[in-house]
């Protein structure tokens, strides 16, 4: 059987580069078509409320805003403790830290793997539904990244 694999992007659009991973979620359900094993998710804000997706799944690939302290647009890639950087924002939407989330569902003996593919935020505190340039200038190689992860994964991504 294929693993089963969730593509989720988590964040507020309405703070600028927060929303960025549900930015490329759009991305990618305009462009793409992807393999049965594969679920496409824009997570938003939801928090807990995610945990039903994730015990549905094998492997998680979430894109997200990752505070890491580097040079806006830095891409990054997470997983064990360092999943703690994202969704980790202290003035954010997010109502849960995503490790909390994974950590619940381990309790109930279902954890997915998980990694995080991310960007550095310029912009996360200020109300706006656009991505800063740098961000946006920046989005389809977090998209081309998360991609690899899948098909490394065992699911594909097919473009339309």
């Given at each position: 059987?294929?693993?089963?694999?969730?593509?989720?992007?988590?964040?507020?659009?309405?703070?600028?580069?927060?929303?960025?991973?549900v930015h490329?979620?759009?991305?990618?359900?305009?462009?793409?078509?992807?393999?049965?094993?594969?679920?496409?998710?824009?997570?938003?804000?939801?928090?807990?409320?995610?945990?039903?997706?994730?015990i549905e799944?094998?492997?998680?690939?979430?894109?997200?805003?990752?505070?890491?302290?580097?040079?806006?647009?830095?891409?990054?890639?997470?997983?064990?403790?360092g999943l703690?950087?994202?969704?980790?924002?202290?003035?954010?939407?997010?109502?849960?830290?995503?490790?909390?989330?994974?950590?619940?569902?381990?309790?109930?003996?279902?954890?997915?793997?998980?990694?995080?593919?991310?960007?550095?935020?310029?912009?996360?505190?200020?109300?706006?539904?656009?991505?800063?340039?740098?961000?946006?200038?920046?989005?389809?190689?977090?998209?081309?990244?998360?991609?690899?992860?899948?098909?490394?994964?065992?699911?594909?991504?097919?473009?339309?």
């Open positions: 059987m294929d693993k089963r694999i969730l593509l989720l992007g988590v964040g507020n659009l309405l703070y600028s580069d927060e929303g960025l991973g490329a979620v759009k991305h990618l359900e305009e462009g793409y078509a992807f393999s049965p094993n594969v679920t496409l998710m824009d997570g938003g804000v939801m928090g807990k409320v995610l945990m039903n997706e994730l799944h094998d492997h998680v690939i979430v894109m997200d805003a990752v505070l890491g302290g580097e040079a806006p647009g830095t891409l990054y890639r997470l997983e064990d403790e703690r950087k994202s969704l980790g924002f202290k003035d954010s939407q997010h109502d849960v830290d995503f490790v909390d989330t994974l950590i619940s569902c381990e309790i109930i003996g279902r954890r997915p793997s998980a990694v995080v593919i991310g960007m550095e935020p310029q912009d996360w505190k200020n109300m706006s539904v656009e991505l800063t340039p740098v961000c946006a200038e920046k989005l389809p190689e977090l998209i081309r990244h998360a991609l690899a992860e899948l098909e490394a994964a065992g699911g594909t991504a097919t473009p339309l």
